[in-house]
């Protein structure tokens, strides 16, 4: 559903993710990120394309007008950041009716957190994977919230496929993580979440 619409990507990185989306069509898709090194790295590694703009910003304030975007979206950012405060911005520069799209890390399997606590070298410290309250926030903010839920067998089992793009082993699992994943208790055992939400 990007054809011809204004997109944000929303602390961008790298632009790992810029090739894919602007395959859709969207009438520009701007990549902004805090960190000049990465944009300079977005810039080498993104087709030469006019529809792309890339900038150096603070997600968390903006320099972006009020209603300026059609879809926010983000890989693994959220959590990285004040997440009120992210909200809060993300719902000011979306135009009414406009998409707000992340996939994000969840805090709610045990297991994981266990492993988390003892690998603290493995990540930044800034980390706060998505818990109950995080999502009562995205619903203050937004309305037609939709979750879907990754990684459970497929996270367990994954010493037994080298790449999931070509593994039938994976596609077996992630059929029956899904399976599982309309039961709410496997819900708190998945490793990431997908956030689809709208601006009222």
Not at 173 to 196: E, G, H, M, P, T
Request: net charge positive; with cysteine; charged share 25%.
């Amino acid at each position: 559903n990007s054809k011809n619409l204004s997109i944000l990507d929303y602390g961008c990185g790298i632009g790992s993710s810029l090739e894919k989306v602007v395959k859709f069509d969207p009438k520009r898709i701007v990549g902004i990120d805090i960190s000049e090194v990465s944009i300079e790295k977005a810039k080498k590694v993104t087709p030469d394309n006019n529809k792309i703009e890339l900038l150096v910003d603070n997600c968390e304030k903006t320099k972006f007008e009020d209603n300026s975007f059609d879809i926010v979206y983000g890989t693994g950012i959220l959590h990285h950041l004040n997440f009120k405060i992210c909200l809060e911005e993300i719902k000011r520069i979306l135009k009414p009716g406009g998409q707000f799209l992340f996939i994000e890390p969840l805090g709610t399997n045990p297991l994981i957190n266990l492993y988390r606590k003892l690998t603290p070298g493995s990540r930044s410290i800034d980390e706060h994977p998505l818990i109950n309250n995080d999502f009562d926030l995205i619903k203050d903010q937004f309305y037609e919230m939709k979750l879907k839920y990754y990684g459970f067998l497929t996270l367990i089992f994954f010493p037994f496929y080298a790449s999931p793009k070509n593994s039938r082993v994976f596609n077996i699992l992630k059929n029956i993580d899904q399976f599982l994943f309309k039961i709410n208790i496997f819900r708190k055992l998945a490793w990431s979440v997908l956030i689809v939400a709208k601006k009222n």
